[in-house]
């Protein structure tokens, strides 16, 4: 208590004095203010600067010096063809002239962006604008405005950091107190696991971050979360920032609670690259401990289960997901797969309990939190638990595992009934994911709607190469093989023959050789499922971790005396082909913030969750009204938020649009009045409003949960609470028992 009272006291001090020495910090620069930069050093005024201009190629403010602080920068620009912008030193610090180390390129439809910068020291800087070596003849930029504002970040940033640490020394301090209460093994155990996860995480540790194609797509989920709590939603449901600003219902249709975290980070100031590493970092740590507590519960060993666990998060195939490609969602949903493999195993070896596992809770976590980060691998390992219930079929028709089976179903429903009936709500109307899904297989042909999957399905070279399952799982494999052909009637060899067989199995699931076209033409219930899939090596993930358990169940059978060599040499040559791959990594680009995500409409993905018919070549930002009908003022506009004053003198029903892509849950509400307005989905699916004859007022449009969504939400809350209560309970009678 002592401990946690000093804590308390130093940050409370800390707090008020970076809260008191907060000072404000306000630069604004006008048209005339800007300056043209010459090539040779010099500075002439002027805001304008095109093609013909030799003498110059950047227009510039005049120089500040920001104390240190993060910062606000907003900037109104009008440019035609490419341009880069980006806050620069007037004399370079550290080799570097760029602050932060990084500029971006500016969007030409927008004509105005804002974004933060951190700044470390006193530093005279000045916002530049240039065109790059691409531009032609017709090509300009003009600096309008530019705004500097000194943010309250920049105390809550390290405040959180001292959050932060206080919290990992309190980790860290538990661990050393209660360390002589753990078993011996454990003792050894835990550090190595620990010091695993931070070697998986090398990549991380440098400037600029690694990443693949899917990478801006979950940096802008962060960054839309982010910018969903600071509209005021919560959950965050429909994410602002996307498509132009008009808005993107990812959160609907892509489960994304533990993105909170990293976005939480981004509230206190974190930059967007830092909120993601620090994510990823918790990823690996997690998804090793899980691994390992979960095998425990089926190899009753904490060694094997730490054979296992290393051959599972240092797996080529997770690696590979989580550094070439950014499957962010996938990599995540890897956390809860042994959590669902230790529930199903718990509930067909009866005579392995002891009335205490609670399996239904074990199901719950695992499923809970693959729906809660993604929803294809949900659907994958639901598929393997249909097939494992196949074949256990005749231990599944008994009363004690049905009731841990509806136990679990139940508290499932009750607990993600808050992301469930938004979910089945949309995914009735016409979206991209919607529509795919509505064909049949006489209606498309199975070769062109199944190309992605096959194209990325692998050969049996590519399973067991350092792109497939890694060397490791390799040796498993086929040791497991022998192991059978050897023979072996023990219960532990049986069990192990059918863990074979599922990691069988799934990886024929991702092999070319596997007969798709042939099953999506028997049935559309095939087409729809291979189709929802996409690619067929998703499924190389669920081989990793039955043959990542078979590690473990080797450990466990081999004769004493090789058991600690077996085990030596199944993780040393994962985590040695780990620090291999790893020499290819260097970090990329810096990614502070959005603006350097760039422009594009990749950054959406495949745009499954875009209404059906919306061009998105046409995302401008102005509103869309009859002007001599429609008289529109006082125009305001806060992420997805917008309000204006409209004034319709006329006898007939006007219109207006606005730039944001509808969605149901959509309102237009009279501030005046209090009533709503109709509101509808009008050309290239903008929110439209029906403004009555003869009508003057102050609107206001904004997303709005429907009345059931909150309901679903309260059970979802009481579910939660009551399984906290439940598991406490069960803890303290446990306690009581020893």
Sequence with gaps: ???????????????????????????????????????????????????????????????????????????????????????????????????????????????????????????????????????????????????????????????????????????????????????????????????????????????????????????????????????????????????????????????????????????????????????????????????????????????????????????????????????????????????????????????????????WLWLLAGFSGLLMTHLLSCLMIGIFTVISCFLLIRRLFKKDVLIEVGKAFGAWLLLNAWFLVPFVQYMTKDFGVTSKLAENAGQSNPYVTLAGYVKDSLTVSDIFSEKGIGYGLTLVFFSALIMIILGGKSQRQKEGCLILCLAVCAGFFSMRGFPIIGLAQMSDVFLKLFRTVQYGNRFLSVAVLFLSCLGGYLILIADDKYKKKLAVLLCGITLLQSMLMFEGYSAGRRILEPVDLGYGLLNIGNGEYVPEGTDLSVLDKTLWYDEAAVQVSEVENRYLVWKAYVRNPGKMEQMISFPVLYYDGYQCLDLTSNKLLKIYAGENNRVSVIIPAEYSGMIQIKFVEYWHWRVAEGISLITFVVIIGYMIKCLRKKKSAM
């Design 1 to 359: 208590m002592a401990i946690l009272a000093l804590e308390a006291f130093i940050l409370l001090a800390v707090s008020t004095w970076l809260i008191a020495s907060f000072e404000k910090k306000i630069f604004h620069f006008e048209q005339d203010d800007m300056l043209l930069l010459e090539t040779d050093g010099s500075n002439v005024s002027g805001s304008y600067l095109d093609y013909s201009y030799t003498e110059a190629k950047s227009v510039v403010t005049p120089e500040i010096a920001l104390p240190s602080g993060i910062y606000y920068v907003e900037v109104v620009y009008n440019i035609v063809g490419p341009a880069y912008a980006g806050m620069e030193y007037t004399v370079p610090r550290e080799d570097r002239e760029l602050v932060n180390g990084n500029e971006f390129a500016l969007n030409p439809v927008n004509e105005r962006v804002a974004y933060k910068i951190s700044v470390k020291d006193g530093a005279g800087v000045y916002f530049r604008v240039r065109q790059t070596g691409d531009a032609t003849d017709g090509d300009y930029i003009q600096l309008l405005e530019v705004n500097i504002v000194r943010s309250k970040l920049s105390y809550l940033y390290p405040i959180a950091c001292l959050i932060a640490f206080i919290l990992i020394f309190d980790l860290l301090l538990f661990v050393f107190l209660y360390e002589k209460k753990w078993k011996n093994s454990n003792k050894i155990i835990i550090p190595i696991l620990a010091i695993i996860a931070f070697l998986l995480g090398l990549p991380l540790y440098q400037p600029g971050i690694v990443g693949g194609i899917d990478l801006p797509f979950h940096m802008n989920r962060i960054e839309g979360i982010c910018e969903g709590l600071k509209e005021g939603q919560f959950p965050v449901r429909i994410q602002p920032g996307w498509l132009n600003g008009y808005g993107y219902a990812v959160s609907i249709f892509y489960g994304d609670i533990l993105l909170y975290f990293p976005a939480i980070l981004r509230l206190t100031g974190f930059s967007l690259e830092d909120a993601m590493k620090a994510y990823l970092i918790a990823v690996n740590f997690l998804t090793i401990f899980s691994a390992w507590f979960s095998f425990k519960k089926c190899l009753w060993s904490s060694a094997s289960a730490l054979t296992a666990a290393v051959l599972y998060a240092g797996a080529s195939d997770r690696l590979l997901r989580l550094y070439n490609s950014s499957q962010i969602g996938a990599v995540s949903a890897m956390i809860f797969y042994p959590v669902v493999f230790a529930g199903l195993y718990l509930l067909f070896t009866k005579e392995k309990r002891n009335g205490t596992e609670r399996i």
